[in-house]
């Protein structure tokens, strides 16, 4: 009995100490895990105007930290949450943007990075909800049908994603593995993988902008292994691992990100606008 007692009291005093060698902030201003750049679900605020197509996509999104903890030995914890709307619009004339279909994720975050003078180790799990849904504009009100062909169709996805990555100096690695727990349509297989980098030129190249480059390789499993390639290359005005504003290119290849289109083929190159918060 006395045993016990002491493991217990040993196990109390040294989460004390760690405790007590640690800074707690809340909604601090900043990511502690950036956003993989090439990477289509991250918080983004802005459009992608796909070239050669009246088609376009219009993200309104935010994630934040809310609570971070840094203990010693550069070991730096984050608890935080997401929530997104990525929406396909179509182009008409008279500068009208009807919307086709809109997909909304929300969920929470947690984020460990380890660094030192060399190099950053850390990684971001997420659990998160995705659900999709077609709008009026998919509707055609003349013939009072869907357009092409498509009525709409319930999905959704309930999944844990665990990203973990590698940064030395501008360039950083990344690998990652998702998995359903619930998703409709139920044929869906449930295991989905991630390969990619990103490359922020330094800072001292400029001081109004910085150049950067980003690759986004996401194998999905639907009734069979498919691959989505994700290319990213643009200019970042204000902070590289902060606030700004971006101008990028973007070439998409491989199953749509909206689910009432989860089963299409895409194949675009775009022009992106992003502010990022």
């Known amino acids: 009995m006395l045993k016990k007692y002491h493991i217990i009291f040993c196990f109390i005093l040294f989460t004390g100490v760690i405790f007590a060698q640690t800074k707690t902030s809340f909604f601090p201003d900043d990511l502690l895990i950036q956003p993989f750049t090439a990477n289509q679900l991250e918080p983004k605020l802005g459009f992608l105007f796909q070239t050669g197509a009246n088609e376009l996509r219009l993200d309104i999104g935010n994630s934040i930290d809310i609570l971070r903890k840094e203990f010693e030995g550069d070991l730096i914890i984050s608890f935080g949450a997401d929530l997104f709307t990525y929406t396909f619009l179509r182009g008409e004339s008279n500068f009208h943007f009807p919307v086709d279909a809109v997909d909304y994720l929300f969920g929470l975050n947690f984020g460990l990075l380890k660094s030192n003078e060399s190099y950053e180790l ?48 501008d360039l950083r690695v990344y690998a990652g593995f998702t998995y359903l727990f619930h998703v409709d349509p139920f ?44 290319v990213s290359a643009g200019i970042k005005f204000g902070k590289k691992e902060g606030k700004g504003f971006s101008v990028y290119f973007n070439y998409y290849a491989g199953k749509s990100i909206h689910g009432e289109y989860f089963d299409r083929t895409v194949n675009y190159s775009a022009i992106g606008l992003n502010l990022d918060l």
Request: aromatic letters at 20%.
């Open 122 to 169: 850390g990684f971001r799990f997420r659990l998160s909800h995705i659900s999709a849904h077609f709008v009026d504009g998919h509707f055609d009100g003349t013939s009072g049908t869907w357009k092409d062909g498509l009525n709409p169709r319930v999905y959704s996805r309930e999944f844990i994603e665990l990203i973990p990555f590698y940064k030395t100096g």
């Open 187 to 230: 044929d869906i297989k449930k295991d989905n993988y991630k390969l990619g980098f990103d490359y922020f030129f330094d800072q001292s190249f400029t001081n109004l902008f910085i150049p950067f480059a980003a690759y986004d390789l996401t194998i999905i499993h639907l009734n069979k292994y498919t691959a989505n390639h994700s």
